[in-house]
Each structure stands twice: as structure tokens, then as C-alpha cells.
């Protein structure tokens, strides 16, 4: 048997010396038999490698049994490859079948002239995640949180982690995803917005998290998902939304150039190319954002107007990220901090899209109260939030971030659910 505690990955294999025993395993992407010879594509995480069996190789039949995506073993001899690509090879000294793979495979997932549409593909994500341009995008979701994490131990924040459980939705109108708890109702958390908030009242001054959230709205479209991750910020001591903005822009930035140097491989596989956009972002606030798109100030910039609009600071500030600030009221929630009908809130957009939304809260009680019932709300089902304001708030603020959006749209992908490993929407709860 082969030990596969010695086992190297295949970039490793690049990098040993010739003549080398070494041992590999992954999946068979192909294999051809041809006379006296055969040939093993191999496929790991780090990439492939090409195996040859000459006619040294006493199990030569057994090597036709293989199916493809069968899971294998080999010892062998690192050589000098004959292919024009180059670099290094193995030849066959031994192979352990560790899993044969069934035959036909369900989906096609690697790019041959058969499609198979994202439903499919999603049936079966175990298969479909096998391709290197899905696990690409992975690899540099996962350099992503890492620069997340990074950036915020080095702007000195608190990582918390908070409940998924609530008895009030902290977006108030949306609709909740209930469930029996003890004899009692509570709810999966729409965001972690009122309990980062909780923290900043317990003193933490600067705290946030990466976690799930849940939203039970039955959109179909390739921006949407009922369970999303999402980067949660509050801090405190703020006066107004000016910190709120530099904190993001410079998040952005660090996470753009870390995706840019440690991704390179992936965004090549991708076919990306990412440009960092220059500090500071522009602030465009929603009144002169009417004027820009030539519509009435009453209007809300939703998606497509949200598009229009990132075209034309393109145009004339030649960045694709920026702030939308100052919105009306009637477009901000319950805890927003107010200057008369307009509340001190922003919105960043990255490639044409909204990436995160926040802003400064109220803090005090009173205000707080009244601008629950303003939204139509009842103060007595947010009592377990609005109490704590009682003994003394910080002014503060913050913003969530869409982990899931953000990885769309800094590779530009179709749709959301590339960008989720197993993810969840109206009519998906498996696998």
C-alpha cells in the first residue's frame, strides 16, 4: 500500500529533483492507453500533473479499468515531461484505486461542448465544485476573509460573535423565518445589526463579525439568497458618516490588493484583471444623485437606477467604487440617526452594485422610541434592543458588508450563487 502520509501535492512535484520517488493522489481526470504506454491526468487542489506508465509497469490492463474522477494514489518518478508545455512528470511505479467513480458522470463540469445549467450544477455542487475555475473562486473568497480579518485586528476591532436567534427582525418590515423555540416563537436573524449595536453599549468601542444571515423573501434572482454571510462593523465615539466611509475605502482597498497579490494564479485561471480604485472614494449625496440621474427626489435608487448612476461617476471620476450618502427618511431604518428628514446613512458601491450599507445610529432613547413608532413599529416587541439606551449610549455607527456580493463582484460573476459553496434560496435547501 501507498503511504499517503508521504504524499506531496502536484506543485509540489515541480519543485523536487529529478529522479525523486515521490507520492501524489487525487482525482483521474483522464487516462489513455496507447500501445505500450498510458498516460494519467491527475488533478489536485494545487493543480495537475501527468502520469506514464511504460511498459516497465506490470499492471498496464488494470490502468483501463479507471473511470474518470476516479480517486487514486501513485508512487512514481519525478522526470522531465516531453509535453511542449514542460516541467515535470511521473512515471509509474505504483497505483492504489482509492474510489472508483460511477459512470456517466451526472454533470459535465469542466468545460466541455455539453453545458449544464446552474440548477444542475447546484444538484450536484460536490461534482460541480471539482472544477479549478469553481475552486478559484473559493481559494480567493478565502483570501478575502483572511484580508478581512487582517485589516480589522490591525485597525484594532474586537471579532464578536453573536445569536442567530431573535424575537424581532432587526429590519422591522421584512418577512422572518420563524421557528418553535421551548413553547416560545423567535426568529433566524435578518442581520446582526442589533446586537453589534448591544456591544457598542457594553463598551467594546470597536467590534464586528463574519456571519450567516436570513432574510425570508422570495426573491428569484441571481443577487438574492435567504442564508448570505456577511461582515458586520460598529464602533463608537463617531460624529457623523465621514469614519464610517475612510474605514470602509481603506477595507476595500487592503482587500482588493491582497486578492491582487496572493491571487494571481486564480485570477488568471478567472480570466480577471482587478484595478484598485483611488483613496478617497467620491461622496455623492442622494440629492445631487437625483440631479445626476435626472429623476424625482422622492425616488428610491434601487438597483438598475443604482447601475445607471455608476456609469456616470465613471465617467466623470473615473473610479468604480463610491458613496452614496444622505438619504431621505423614508428610505432609512428605525435606528438610523436623523438631521431633520434626512438620515445619516451611506451606501458603497463596488462594479455597478451595492456592497454594503450603514451608517450613524441614534442613541438616544427617546428619539429611538419615537422613531419606531414612526415606522409603524412597536416598541414593546423591540424592548430587549431599546432598553439598554436607558444607561447610557455612545454616539456610534457602523456597516454590514456582503461577503457573498462582494466576491461576485470583485470577479464579475453571473450570478450570487457562484460564489457560495452550497447555498440557499427560495426553492434550495440541499445538499
Known amino acids: 500500500m501507498i503511504n499517503l502520509l508521504k504524499r506531496i501535492t502536484t506543485s509540489d512535484v515541480q519543485k523536487t529533483r529529478l529522479g525523486s520517488e515521490v507520492v501524489v ?46 480517486v487514486v494514489s501513485i508512487r512514481g518518478r519525478v522526470k522531465k515531461s516531453k509535453a511542449r ?31 449544464t445549467d446552474m440548477s444542475k450544477r447546484l444538484d450536484y455542487r460536490y461534482i460541480d465544485l471539482r472544477n479549478p475555475k469553481i475552486l478559484a473562486i473559493f481559494k480567493i473568497r478565502s483570501i478575502i476573509l483572511s484580508a478581512i480579518h487582517s485589516f480589522m485586528r490591525e485597525s484594532k476591532f474586537i471579532e464578536m460573535q453573536t445569536s442567530k436567534l431573535s424575537g424581532a427582525g432587526a429590519e422591522g418590515g421584512a418577512e422572518l423565518f420563524e421557528l418553535p423555540y421551548f413553547g416560545k416563537k423567535v426568529a433566524l436573524n435578518q442581520s446582526q445589526q442589533l446586537y453589534k449595536q448591544l456591544i457598542m453599549l457594553s463598551g467594546f468601542e470597536r467590534a464586528y463579525e463574519i456571519g450567516t444571515s436570513y432574510r ?40 482588493l490588493k491582497q486578492v491582487k497579490r496572493e ?30 440621474l435626472k429623476i424625482k427626489p422622492s425616488t428610491d435608487i434601487g438597483t438598475e437606477l443604482e447601475r445607471k448612476l455608476a456609469k456616470i461617476v465613471k465617467s466623470r471620476f473615473k473610479t468604480d467604487a463610491f458613496f452614496l450618502t444622505n438619504f431621505p427618511s423614508d428610505f432609512t431604518k428605525f435606528y438610523a440617526m436623523h438631521d431633520g428628514n434626512i438620515g445619516r446613512y451611506v451606501d458603497l458601491i463596488y462594479n455597478s452594485n451595492e456592497i454594503s450599507s450603514g451608517g450613524q445610529r441614534e442613541h438616544n432613547y427617546d428619539i429611538l422610541i419615537q422613531q419606531l413608532k414612526d415606522k409603524g413599529l412597536r416598541p414593546n416587541d423591540f424592548e430587549f434592543y431599546t432598553t439598554p439606551f436607558k444607561y ?3 454616539p456610534h455607527g457602523g456597516f454590514g458588508m456582503g461577503i457573498d456580493r462582494l466576491v461576485t463582484f470583485i470577479l464579475d460573476l453571473p450570478n450570487i450563487r457562484e460564489a457560495v459553496l452550497f447555498p440557499r434560496d427560495v426553492d434550495r435547501i440541499g445538499p
Open 25 to 70: 493522489a487525487g482525482f483521474v481526470e483522464q487516462s489513455k492507453l496507447l500501445g505500450k504506454m498510458a498516460f494519467l491526468k491527475l488533478r489536485d487542489r494545487d493543480g495537475y500533473i501527468q502520469i506514464v506508465a511504460t511498459s516497465d509497469y506490470t499492471k498496464m490492463k488494470e490502468l483501463n479499468s479507471i473511470s474518470r474522477e476516479s
Open 85 to 115: 508545455s514542460g516541467g515535470k512528470e511521473l512515471e509509474l511505479i505504483e497505483l492504489n484505486l482509492l474510489s472508483k467513480a460511477a459512470t456517466p458522470l451526472p454533470i459535465e463540469f469542466l468545460g466541455k461542448k455539453i453545458e
Open 216 to 255: 425570508a423573501e422570495k426573491s428569484h434572482t441571481h443577487r438574492h439568497l435567504t442564508e448570505f454571510w456577511q461582515l458586520d462593523v460598529e464602533m463608537s465615539f463617531i460624529d457623523g458618516i465621514e469614519e464610517i466611509m475612510r474605514l470602509q475605502e481603506r477595507l476595500l482597498v487592503y482587500i
Open 263 to 292: 491571487g494571481q494564479a486564480e485570477l488568471a485561471l478567472l480570466g480577471k484583471d482587478i484595478t484598485i480604485p483611488k483613496l478617497p472614494f467620491p461622496r455623492i449625496n442622494y440629492s445631487d444623485a437625483c440631479k445626476l
Open 392 to 394: 447610557g449610549a455612545p
